[in-house]
């Protein structure tokens, strides 16, 4: 099993960018699926991009397409979240997760991240 943890969240003006990054235990790293999702107060958990395990496939949500960029390094066992463009409106705690089937909404996933709060002045 896979163990996450992310790191490289903070507070950014609105304009601004930021990078996620998310570093796997592991030695399947390359097997699992990756995503990162966030979760704003009052809000329900969304999936905002995924990756497969070789990096050819990538989903986008509408609310970032063209902001964020998910990329990995399976040699570093790591997943990453290059945020562009920050509104407001991304304020969230982001998560990554990892699975080896899908991360489709209401799938049990394999592993979850701790989490970390990105806030977007305006």
């Known amino acids: 099993q896979v163990q996450l943890v992310e790191s490289g969240g903070g507070l950014v003006q609105a304009g601004g960018s930021l990078r996620l990054s998310c570093a796997a235990s592991?030695?399947?790293?390359?097997?699992?699926?990756m995503g990162w999702f966030r979760q704003a107060p009052g809000k329900e958990r969304e999936l905002l991009a995924a990756?497969?395990?070789?990096?050819?496939?990538?989903y986008y949500a509408d609310s970032v397409k063209g902001r964020f960029t998910i990329s990995r390094d399976n040699a570093k066992n790591t997943v990453y979240l290059q945020m562009n463009s920050l509104k407001p409106e991304d304020t969230a705690v982001y998560y990554c997760?990892?699975?080896?089937?899908?991360?489709?909404?209401?799938?049990?996933?394999?592993?979850w991240g701790q989490g970390t709060l990105v806030t977007v002045s305006s």
């Open positions: 997760a990892a699975d080896r089937v899908t991360l489709r909404p209401g799938k049990t996933l394999d592993a």
């Open positions: 990756l497969s395990g070789s990096g050819a496939s990538t």
């Open positions: 592991g030695r399947t790293f390359s097997m699992y699926i």
